[in-house]
């Protein structure tokens, strides 16, 4: 069993690994878990499709030399199955520092997308 990299202690295939997969987050926490599990799996693909469609850059290249190590969510505002929006605040560690984010979540077409991210200290 490979446990996913989003820290729920689920396994991939039964938590982040089916929205890989086509999936739609039910939560705009959920599809910040699996976002961030994308960026440890160097999935570009699907962080570029869970972009919000105004916010989106044209082309997304990760550094190779990020490892991410860990998921912290801090607080979770709204995003709940009949939200239009939300907030999720988080820690997401990488070696010997972290990034610490409030990020911004809004549906298009009934499917959660990642706005934009405000850093934090």
Do not use: N
């Not at 086509?22 to 994308?38: H, K, N």
């Not at 570009?44 to 490892?67: E, F, I, K, N």
């Not at 998921?71 to 610490?100: K, M, N, P, Y």
């Amino acid at each position: 069993m490979t446990r996913c990299p989003c820290d729920t202690g689920l396994p991939y295939a039964q938590c982040c690994g089916p929205l890989h997969d086509g999936g739609r987050a039910p939560t705009a926490v959920v599809l910040m878990r699996s976002r961030y599990s994308a960026f440890v799996r160097g999935d570009v693909v699907y962080l570029q499709g869970t972009w919000h469609p105004s916010t989106r850059p044209t082309a997304l290249v990760l550094d190779p030399d990020v490892r991410w190590t860990g998921l912290e969510v801090l607080v979770v505002t709204a995003g709940g199955l009949l939200d239009a929006t939300g907030e999720v605040t988080f820690r997401a560690h990488h070696g010997a520092t972290s990034q610490h984010e409030k990020s911004r979540f809004s549906k298009v077409d009934g499917a959660w997308r990642y706005e934009d991210g405000i850093t934090l200290g």
